[in-house]
């Protein structure tokens, strides 16, 4: 089964950019999975095992780091290709 994630991190401190790109450079070492970037979100897609068992690893990794995270995620159990419509 595909799905797709949302993912919002949003780094309690005043330096956020590194947090938030260090978190992105982490998922985008995950072969099998897609890993897209706007200025609000970080989408990822693939299969439902491998995107999660990804989703938690980089989550643990960020949190490792110190400092206070807040992630917003939402997920969809439909393949999207950011910018295309999804068919249900």
Do not use: C, W
């Not at 595909?2 to 956020?16: G, H």
């Not at 099998?32 to 200025?39: A, C, F, L, Q, S």
């Not at 807040?70 to 950011?82: A, T, Y």
């Amino acid at each position: 089964m595909k799905v797709a994630v949302d993912i919002s991190l949003y780094p309690l401190q005043e330096d956020f950019e590194p947090p938030i790109i260090d978190f992105i450079h982490h998922l985008r070492q995950v072969a099998g999975i897609e890993v897209h970037t706007n200025e609000l979100t970080t989408q990822i897609s693939g299969e439902y095992t491998l995107v999660m068992n990804t989703l938690r690893d980089a989550m643990g990794y960020t949190f490792q780091q110190g400092g206070t995270y807040s992630f917003v995620i939402k997920v969809l159990n439909v393949d999207i290709e950011p910018g295309k419509a999804v068919s249900l």
